[in-house]
């Protein structure tokens, strides 16, 4: 650990734990930190017990997506304190690769499962045929299809600002179901003693 902070998130550079932490250190006076991407719950609460970041940020629940079980079950096999818990607003954004033609041409839309739940009706209503697939992170799904590991037919769910971090093309803005979407996210840190 450097001087400055570090926060670990569940995803990578783009994704809603990255956003959320911002807005914690934010919110909380932190300063310039150094954001940890560590793409899962798991892999957070294990840098949190190990000391190797100072606070973990993951998601809890989502407003209609539920539960985040991936958090459940990490959060018991790690020992760890609550700092924090807090909401933030998130909007999700169907993505394209540049080259896809149009939306006819997507064959499968790929995201998280919280991503995918939280815009269930949208896809039924919009993509009633179309494959669903789900990665480990939102950003990472948008990442892999920048970078060609998921085929340009597929389309996926992010935050916006994967567009511009990854050269993606956005088709349509706050495609959740629920106009106000909150995800409730923990922040993390060490077990006292």
């Known amino acids: 650990m450097g001087e400055l902070l570090s926060l670990g998130v569940m995803g990578i550079r783009g994704s809603f734990s990255e ?23 798991e892999k957070v609460l294990r840098s949190v017990e190990a000391g190797e970041v100072d606070i973990g940020i993951f998601a809890l629940e989502n407003s209609n997506g539920g539960v985040v079980y991936e958090s459940v079950y990490a959060m018991a096999a790690h020992r760890f304190r609550v700092v924090d818990l807090f909401e933030i607003d998130v909007n999700h954004t169907l993505l394209a690769h540049p080259s896809l033609p149009g939306r006819e041409s997507i064959e499968r839309i790929a995201s998280h499962q919280q991503a995918i739940r939280q815009c269930r009706m949208w896809l039924r209503h919009h993509f009633p045929t179309t494959l669903v697939t789900e990665e480990p992170d939102t950003a990472e799904a948008a990442r892999m299809l920048a970078t060609g590991e998921l085929p340009t037919s597929t389309a996926v769910i992010a935050a916006e600002r994967c567009a511009e971090l990854f050269g993606l093309r956005v ?7 629920l106009k106000f979407n909150f995800t409730t996210f923990v922040a993390a840190g060490p077990p006292k003693g």
């Not at 956003?19 to 719950?41: H, P, Q």
Request: aromatic fraction near 4%; avoid cysteine.
């Open 171 to 177: 088709l349509e803005r706050r495609i959740q179901d």
């Open 19 to 41: 956003e959320a932490a911002l807005e914690y250190a934010r919110d909380n006076n932190l300063g310039e930190i150094e954001i940890v991407e560590l793409l899962n719950t």
